[in-house]
């Protein structure tokens, strides 16, 4: 397993941008496949977008498409979630899952061999 730090949340307003970033210490993480997950309050747990291992591959959800870009950089063992034209309902904790596979495969089922504890993005109007 591998320990996944999330870091780059914050309060923005509607329109803005943020880069979301998922960090592991350990560099087996660049063979693991990412994903993306949300939780809103009061709400279920909501994939977002997710990666594999090699970065030339991604699947986002529907409700993100266009406006949420994942990708990796494996030299510094991090995932990143750039999310652009932000609204209201984009808030909440955001976290990153991965899968020991190198595919997104789990993630996209929900589930994952580690998760971080979030990062928060809260957006005003």
């Known amino acids: 397993q591998v320990q996944l730090v999330e870091s780059g949340g914050g309060l923005v307003k509607a329109g803005d941008s943020l880069r979301l970033s998922c960090a592991a210490s350990?560099?087996?993480?660049?063979?693991?496949?990412v994903g993306w997950f949300r939780r809103a309050p009061g709400k279920e747990r909501e994939f977002v977008a997710a990666i594999n291992w090699r970065g030339d591959s991604t699947f986002y959800a529907d409700s993100v498409k266009g406006r949420f870009t994942i990708s990796r950089d494996n030299a510094k063992n991090t995932v990143y979630l750039q999310i652009d034209s932000l609204e209201p309902e984009d808030t909440a904790l955001y976290y990153c899952?991965?899968?020991?596979?190198?595919?997104?495969?789990?993630?996209?089922?929900?589930?994952?061999?580690?998760w971080g504890q979030g990062t928060q993005v809260t957006v005003s109007s």
């Open positions: 899952a991965a899968e020991k596979s190198g595919t997104f495969y789990y993630i996209l089922s929900g589930q994952g061999d580690s």
């Open positions: 350990a560099r087996t993480f660049s063979s693991y496949g």
